[in-house]
């Protein structure tokens, strides 16, 4: 069994940006008379930074236990999901730079009634996702175009073995016989 | 997702905070303010200037500090949501913008709206239908929009408005409303007017838009799983519906960012030829007359309305497409 938990530096670094965000939104409302409809703005938003703060404080208690039956998160929340009941898998990448670079991965597990999403500041993250991404083929799983490019990236193939490749070829260069297999649900 | 939009609205902090002192910076490079452009115009005229009167006003109006501290003034002044003063005007800012802010909302909305409902049935068609009659007729339409100056379009728009429909010549809205207060018959009267700015404005983004959705789905349409897809028998607009529509979608959407700035300032000169009561003429007056509180608040108004253009058409694009590029690092 692995454990995995996020870097410290990663959540230092949230923590920064979230405290930064609630403190400029905050403040103003706090320190100074201010229109109504700003006011209201600036709580949203507020309200948002606080809510970003809260799910970095869940992220710097928890971590993640990954095995052969499964991946649990251990912490507030804590939920499991066995490999063999996993029925999603979701990887995305985000970038706040126009040009893409610098951004961060997020997978989002599915399964057992439950999900579980981890970020690539997680110490092992692509053991994590390689994990995932094996039971993923094992359950024949249909994964959509971007989860597939993603895992690329990262080195991986997974899903289902007759299903799409990036560009909507099939492996091996067998055509899709419908248009499912073609991630065009 | 979320995580996403608060390290986005993150940015958004220093980018606005580095426009406002651009903004303000730009403001206040002509030599002088509005005082000093107030005492050239009256002596022009042959009036006596009482220069310890101007001082008092220099001192009322903060405008004998450094400019650090105007612009602590005015930025603090900004994030209570008073915008200063005008000093042409004699009100605060806020009295003398009243519902131009709203109406320049109301018209560079419409105007997206219209180059969006406009250019995507017609980039579609014409990438279905590359070389046809209907594709060469409808480019030619789209370069035509394209080279018209807007003025004339503009020009020609309000002639035909005036004769077929009877709509007042120049403005958003009957005289008989102007300063009203808002009822239904004044949303009615601004919506029978806003066709004619929007079109305007409109026209040359439409066929640029047109031109950018047909060669993108021109480029989906070449790819081997389309054509896999209709050998196997996928009837033809599914095969276009699900998924080469949709990755030719992502440049159309990139571009909400770049296209709110050239709608307003593309809108700001078709104001002055239609009379449209919105932010444009007025801040190319407040300019002009170094009304820095007036023409500062436009120009932020401005900005925000861009920073936020370009924060929606990115939230789109990480929902559509959150493909990791390749090359791009991930980051920790």
Not at chain 1, 137 to 148: G, K
Not at chain 1, 151 to 165: C, I
Not at chain 2, 38 to 54: P, R
Request: hydrophobic share 50%; proline share 5%; glycine share 10%.
């Amino acid at each position: 069994m692995t454990t995995h938990r996020y870097e410290r530096r990663a959540i230092v670094g949230d923590f920064i940006r979230g405290g930064f965000g609630l403190l400029l939104t905050v403040g103003p409302v706090l320190l100074m008379p201010m229109v109504t409809w700003l006011a209201v703005a600036f709580s949203a938003f507020a309200a948002l930074f606080a809510v970003y703060l809260f799910r970095t404080w869940l992220r710097s208690a928890t971590a993640l236990e990954v095995d052969d039956g499964g991946i649990r998160s251990t912490g507030p929340f804590g939920r499991a999901i066995r490999w063999d009941a996993l029925d999603a898998l979701d990887l995305r990448y985000f970038a706040t730079r126009r040009d893409k670079e610098g951004g961060w991965m997020q997978v989002k597990l599915r399964g057992d009634g439950a999900a579980i999403a981890a970020e690539s500041s997680l110490d092992g993250f692509e053991t994590v996702v390689a994990r995932a991404a094996d039971a993923a083929t094992r359950n024949r799983l249909a994964l959509s175009d971007v989860t597939r490019e993603n895992l690329k990236a990262l080195g991986l193939v997974a899903g289902a073995p007759d299903g799409p490749m990036p560009g909507g070829m099939a492996p091996g260069g067998t055509a899709p016989d419908n248009d499912d297999r073609m991630g065009m649900r | 997702m979320f995580d996403y939009l608060v390290r986005r609205l993150l940015v958004m902090i220093p980018t606005l905070v580095a426009i406002s002192i651009i903004t303000f910076i730009i403001i206040q490079l002509p030599p002088g303010d509005y005082l000093s452009t107030l005492i050239a115009e009256m002596e022009s005229q042959g009036e006596n200037v009482d220069l310890a009167k101007i001082a008092a006003l220099r001192a009322q109006y903060g405008l004998d500090q450094p400019m650090w501290q105007q612009y602590l003034l005015w930025a603090g002044g900004l994030l209570r949501g008073d915008f200063g003063y005008s000093f042409e005007y004699q009100l605060p800012v806020a009295d003398v913008v009243g519902d131009r802010v709203l109406l320049t909302c109301v018209l560079n909305f419409g105007t997206i709206l219209f180059i969006y409902l406009v250019s995507f049935p017609i980039g579609i068609y014409s990438a279905t239908h590359q070389y046809s009659w209907g594709d060469y007729g409808l480019t030619l339409v789209g370069f035509i929009g394209l080279a018209t100056p807007n003025f004339l379009l503009a020009l020609v728009l309000l002639y035909f408005a005036n004769v077929w429909f009877g709509t007042s010549i120049g403005g958003l809205m009957d005289p008989s409303y102007i300063d009203q207060p808002w009822t239904w018959g004044k949303v009615v009267s601004v919506l029978e007017h806003l066709w004619v700015p929007v079109v305007v404005i409109g026209t040359s983004g439409t066929a640029a838009m047109i031109r950018r959705l047909r060669a993108n789905l021109l480029d989906e349409l070449q790819k081997q799983y389309v054509i896999t897809a209709r050998a196997k028998g996928l009837p033809p607009l599914r095969a276009l519906l699900k998924y080469p529509l949709r990755m030719a979608l992502n440049p159309f959407i990139a571009d909400i960012g770049n296209m709110l700035p050239q709608v307003v300032s593309g809108s700001a000169v078709v104001a002055m030829v239609l009379s449209l009561p919105t932010t444009g003429p007025m801040l190319i007056g407040a300019l002009q007359s170094q009304d820095m509180y007036l023409a500062g608040s436009f120009l932020m108004f401005l900005a925000v309305l861009t920073v936020v253009g370009m924060l929606l058409s990115d939230m789109a694009l990480a929902w559509l497409d959150p493909r990791i590029r390749l090359g791009g690092g991930t980051a920790r």
